[in-house]
């Protein structure tokens, strides 16, 4: 169970509505004049300015996850060395740990620490859960609330100006996405559908705070919804660093069972 649930929080988000009901995102429309998208670049190349060009990442979260009925409180601990790891440590009650993630750009690796069971897969795995357009560095971008350069490199890819904030509404390989960016230029909300697919991903950003120099959420809601699942994490960061070393250790002791 707690592998299931892990790595649907590393993919996912804070479920807006049942499983039936998909929010619509406002598709870009293909008559958008030459000087809009001009605009647009100017705009997206600011985002990208704004995301956080960091070199490893570390922080410890009190998490509520919501899976069906089943709601569970844990500690969520999240290391990440840019564009090569995330690594990922579950505590429960009276401080067991009950869980262990490694996933780099090539495979996912689980530990299922009560009932003693390892997973080994390609990334690709991730796909059993998700989209075949998520790529690793967008679960890295959907983690440190960067705006993700994967999903702007996109033919239709549009910018809006609301009071407060913009919107940059863009499909990629058949992804739908929105994000609504605050006055700093960081996301505050974004959201990715399949393209007449039944999988949502939502997410929620706040409770920004700058840290080491770096704008990050303390805050962050994450959802994810699908034809047979539902499920809602609420990560309350209380530390995080960035640009110290870090250990990612992950041994699969002899007893373990593999699990195919």
Not at 53 to 79: C, H, P, W
Not at 163 to 181: A, M, P, T
Request: proline content about 3%.
């Amino acid at each position: 169970m707690w592998s299931r649930i892990i790595l649907l929080v590393i993919v996912g988000t804070l479920v807006f509505t049942s499983c039936k009901t998909k929010r619509k995102i406002a598709m870009p429309s293909h008559d958008t004049p030459a000087e809009i998208s001009a605009a647009n670049a100017a705009s997206i190349k600011t985002f990208e300015m704004n995301n956080l060009d960091f070199y490893t990442f570390s922080g410890r979260a009190k998490t509520k996850i919501e899976m069906g009925k089943n709601t569970q409180d844990i500690t969520l601990n999240v290391r990440i060395e840019r564009d090569k790891a995330i690594w990922m440590s579950v505590t429960a009650t009276l401080g067991i740990e009950v869980a262990r993630i490694f996933i780099t750009p090539d495979s996912v690796k689980i530990l299922n620490k009560l009932p003693g069971e390892y997973i080994a897969k390609p990334f690709s795995y991730i796909y059993n859960y998700t989209n075949r357009g998520i790529t690793f560095a967008t679960l890295q971008d959907l983690l440190m609330a960067n705006v993700s350069s994967n999903l702007l490199r996109a033919t239709d890819v549009q910018v809006a100006s609301a009071v407060d904030e913009l919107i940059v509404v863009g499909i990629k390989e058949q992804l739908s996405y929105q994000y609504r960016i605050n006055k700093e230029n960081r996301p505050f909300h974004f959201i990715l559908q399949e393209v007449g697919g039944g999988n949502n991903l939502e997410a929620f950003y706040g409770d920004y705070v700058k840290t080491d120099g770096y704008n990050f959420p303390q805050d962050i809601a994450l959802n994810i919804v699908g034809e047979d699942v539902s499920l809602k994490a609420r990560l309350g960061y209380n530390r995080v660093s960035f640009n110290e070393h870090i250990e990612m250790p992950f041994s699969v002791p002899s007893r373990y069972k593999v699990i195919n």
